[in-house]
């Protein structure tokens, strides 16, 4: 395939050198091991239901066995009951003979088909002393080499535990369906939304203003997707006018939309309503936008998975190697003795009764053996988890460094300004704040108003695209900042264009920085790219073609490759890319993509 020759940029200055490869960009390995935890709930028994809480685990899991055909009992040790089914039973019992835990945990083996290995792990425990008993469920996912990570829906046996367990998370009770709320229990609603006992997420789906089936699915699976990490509520219309009213206009939400509550909600605060993430119903109506229930419940999971199970669940003490290493001891002594009384049949009887507990014991510690080789993929996935986060952590604490210091800078030139105004006799001037446009919540809010805000931009970019990097836990921050690129970008196409206009390229306007313009960190714009992604190594080049004006390019596309770098860690790392026309046929700068970072040659 030929690749059309990259129109060069009508520059008033030479373009800098290209950048050496590798750099400029995030980076992902490809070795990278994910965290294998993709599901996790735990669920907080009431007293009035402990002393059943184990008849009631075991019922959950059978049923959940059956609804795969796998029936069995479920007796302590290891059970194959396919070739790709492994259950594994343990029971632990305190010094009282009371049962204490139990662990029941199913592994599938899909590695012929490429799709890896999935084990789901239900443990129970109770303090019969302090009080506290949960069930907790964990689902793993080890891929198959070379192969992602699958993001699924939570196993039915979660809903079968939420339909027999009452569990409570503050004053909501946990379901698998979302809790209507009409205008005469909307005080239950807010209670829940403000309730400082509430640890998990609280999502609100207004009914749209007409009958729409597409959206009630999208609800019924939003519900079961959150099922035992949030609660979801259906806000009636004629609940949705007093709702509004009462959480006021950072925290509201109307007709179609869908918004995430994190904890801690504080009413009144508009900082406080940037937290909580909203979905308009134009979005979730868009055909691009696929998958709104498995986005939305993103990142309920995420905090799901990184919280920390109680340490009744995590420390509860299971009888393991240990145990399997004493049965064969057992066996063995009880085969070296004889009295030499014995009979053929008593020694027969002796060896078949230390086989059966040898094959036992091997087949704990085979079982053993495979726990402990998934638990060591686990351990690293954490290992680069934490170096991810110290990583992020140093990039944060450098950037607000960076922000601090200029903002400390422009706080002492605006008191100088004002004390000049105030001796001009213009104290008016010097105190009244100037009209701001509020920043942007969200990409899809970027996407409504920046085209008529930027007059000196032509934005070809993919919205849709764009709109995908709302599913991050830092989309507001990249959104606000891409905000200010792009009017960093509207100013220099403005000063480039006047008459006796700036000269140079748009990394120049930011390094001279012109009084009274907007400017962006000029190390954060990079105006090329390296000679290996130029030469489309790995189709990398091909990557950075976008559409343009046909007075730009008849084919309405061309190679772009100056860029801004919103982020410079993790695997997003978001970029915007441009190609500057402000001395061509459109006299303005064309941004061709705002999404997240593109592969080069340090990435897969």
Known sequence: MLIPTPLAMPHRRP?????????????????????????????????YQRDEMFAIARACFTSWLESKELATTLSSGVHHLTGTYTLTVTDSYDSDGHQAALRLRLRENKEEKREGTWQTTLTSAVDREAGPAYVGVDLEHYPSPGAGQTTPCPPRLVRELLDQFDVLDGSTRLSAVPHATRSYTLDLLLAALTDPARELPLVVAAVPSHTDTAWERLLTKLAQNLAGIASVHRLERDAAAAFAASTGDGHNVFAGQIRTYLPGVVLGSGEDGRRHRLLTYRRLSDPQFRNADTRIARYPRLHAVTTPQPELLSETAFPGIEEALKNLRAARSAT?????????????????????????????????????????????????????????????????????????????????????????????????????????????????????????????YDVSRAADLDDDLKSSTWASKVWDAL???DA???????????????????EAAPQGLRCYPSARVAMVESDTVRKDKKGHRRQRIFRVPPEVDPAGELFMEAHIKIDSKGRIAPRVYFYDDTAGATGKVIVGYIGRHLSNTRTN
């Open 487 to 489: 009017l960093a970008l």
């Open 15 to 47: 373009e800098p050198p290209a950048q050496p490869p590798g750099q400029g960009g995030a980076a992902r390995d490809a070795t990278r091991v994910e965290n294998p935890l993709v599901y996790r709930t735990v669920l907080r028994i009431q007293p």
């Open 336 to 460: 070296a003795r004889t009295d030499g009384d014995e009979t053929l049949d008593s020694l027969r009887r002796q060896l078949d009764s230390a086989n059966q507990t040898i094959d036992k014991a091997l087949e704990e510690l085979s079982e053993a053996a495979s726990a402990r080789d998934l638990a060591e993929r686990s351990r690293r996935a954490l290992d680069q988890e934490r170096k991810d986060a110290v990583d992020r952590y140093e990039d944060e604490i450098a950037d607000h460094d960076a922000t601090q210091s200029a903002l400390s800078a422009l706080r002492h030139q605006v008191s100088v300004l004002q004390q000049r105004l105030v001796a001009a006799d213009r104290a008016d001037d010097a105190y009244t704040p100037p009209v701001e446009d509020p920043v942007p919540m969200s990409f899809a809010e970027l996407g409504d108003r920046a085209p008529g805000r930027m007059r000196h931009l032509i934005l070809t």
């Open 492 to 510: 220099y196409g403005g000063a480039s264009t006047a008459e006796g206009g700036f000269e140079g390229t748009f990394r120049d306007f930011c």
